[in-house]
């Protein structure tokens, strides 16, 4: 699968109502995640899916949708706008393809410090959830 593949893939998983097996399929084994909110990276495939998942639920839905992307070889920025709670949510994924076309790094960054905070609220309780 090439990078191009893996973004389509990737726009299918965010359309398709976040399907886990889908967006296992697309991480590598030493994928490392990088969060808005948690200043250390985390390392392999069940913390980034853990995260992944985590995230396309809390901001994927009606409200979410990307705004534009700018990609460049196996590498793409994708700038993103959601709500939660009647906050406004502007962000950022910067996501990088190995060889095989699987995810190797993502990193998301947010906007304003008030969705900043919306955001960690809401998935802190996913992530608690997935491993309660």
């Known amino acids: 699968m090439s990078a191009q593949a893996g973004l389509a893939a990737w726009h299918d998983y965010m359309a398709g109502g976040g399907d886990p097996q889908a967006l296992k399929d697309l991480l590598a084994e ?25 995230a396309s639920h809390v901001l994927g839905g009606e409200n979410f949708r990307y705004l534009r992307e700018i990609v460049d070889g196996n590498q793409a920025m994708l700038e993103f706008a959601s709500e939660l709670d009647g906050i406004q949510i502007n962000g950022v994924d910067i996501i990088l393809w190995n ?33 309660g």
């Not at 008030?114 to 997935?130: F, R």
């Open 30 to 54: 030493d994928a490392v995640f990088h969060s808005p909110v948690v200043y250390t990276p985390q390392a392999g495939r069940d913390k980034v899916f853990a995260y992944l998942h985590a």
């Open 99 to 131: 060889d095989e076309g699987k995810i190797s790094d993502f990193k998301v960054m947010v906007r304003p410090l008030k969705a900043i905070n919306k955001v960690w609220e809401k998935m802190a309780a996913m992530l608690a959830a997935q491993a």
